[in-house]
C-alpha cells in the first residue's frame, strides 16, 4: 500500500516551458487535489477533484490544468512555466469529510 | 475572501513543558478543523481533527475548538524535541469538507 505517490520529485524548467506532474493514489479516495507551498505562505490550493470526472478550481488555478485521469490519477500541467511557478508542489487525496493524505511533494525551479 | 490565520513563530519551547499554538479562522460557518503536522522537507501529517466546540484528547495532543470566537488551538503537553515542526492548522472552505483552506503554519522549536 504505497498511499500517495508522486513524479517527479525533483524538476528544473526553463521559462516557457512546459510539463505534467504526475500523481497516484492506491487508497480508493474519490477525491484528490493538488496544492503548492511556498516559504510563509502554507499551502494553497490549485485545483481538485471530487470524484472521477469531475475537476473545479482551487485558490491560485491560473497557469495550470489539471485531468482526472481515472479515480487513481490525477495530474497537473504546467504549459509554459514561469519563475513565479517555482514551488513545492503536493497532491492529496481523501474520503469525503476525511482527512487528506498528502504524497511526498515535487519541488519544482522554473528559470 | 475565507481566511484561516496563524503566528508563523518560531515558537520557542523547553524539552517537558506545554507548546500552545493557535488558529483563527473567519469563516462562522466552518464546522470541523483540522492539525497537520510538516517535518521540514516532508508532506504533511494530521495530528487532530476537531468538529465540536470544547476539548479533543489524544496522547499528548489536545486540540480546542471555540466556535463562538473562532479561534482553535493545539497544545502539545511534555513537549520532545521530536515536536520540532510547522504545525498547519486547516479548516474548510464553505463550510463542506472536501476543501481546506490551510494557515501559513507556526513552526515549533522544543530546545532540550
Known amino acids: 500500500n504505497a498511499g500517495v505517490t508522486q513524479t517527479p520529485k525533483f524538476q528544473v524548467l526553463k521559462t516557457g516551458q512546459s510539463m505534467t506532474l504526475q500523481c497516484a493514489q492506491d487508497m480508493n479516495h474519490n477525491s484528490m487535489y493538488w496544492y503548492r507551498q511556498d516559504p510563509g505562505m502554507g499551502l494553497r490550493l490549485i485545483y481538485y477533484s471530487a470524484s472521477e470526472g469531475t475537476t473545479d478550481k482551487g485558490e491560485v488555478p491560473n497557469g495550470y490544468n489539471v485531468s482526472r485521469l481515472n479515480k487513481r490519477e490525477f495530474s497537473l500541467r504546467l504549459e509554459s512555466a514561469a519563475p513565479s511557478q517555482t514551488s513545492v508542489y503536493f497532491c492529496?487525496?481523501?474520503?469525503?469529510?476525511?482527512?487528506?493524505?498528502f504524497g511526498p511533494g515535487t519541488r519544482l525551479t522554473v528559470t | 475572501q475565507k481566511e484561516v490565520e496563524q503566528n508563523s513563530g518560531p515558537l520557542s519551547v523547553p524539552e517537558g513543558a506545554i507548546a500552545s499554538l493557535n488558529c483563527t479562522y473567519s469563516d462562522r460557518g466552518s464546522q470541523s478543523f483540522f492539525w497537520y503536522r510538516q517535518y521540514s522537507g516532508k508532506s504533511p501529517e494530521l495530528i487532530m481533527f476537531?468538529?465540536?466546540?470544547g476539548d479533543k484528547e489524544d496522547g499528548r495532543f489536545t486540540a480546542q475548538l471555540n466556535k463562538a470566537s473562532q479561534y482553535v488551538s493545539l497544545l502539545i503537553r511534555d513537549s520532545q524535541p521530536s515536536d520540532s515542526a510547522t504545525y498547519l492548522c486547516?479548516?474548510?472552505?464553505?463550510?463542506?469538507?472536501?476543501?481546506?483552506?490551510f494557515g501559513a503554519g507556526t513552526r515549533l522549536a522544543v530546545h532540550p
Open positions: 492529496a487525496s481523501s474520503s469525503p469529510g476525511d482527512e487528506q493524505y
Open positions: 476537531i468538529y465540536s466546540n
Open positions: 486547516a479548516g474548510p472552505i464553505s463550510g463542506g469538507y472536501n476543501k481546506l483552506i
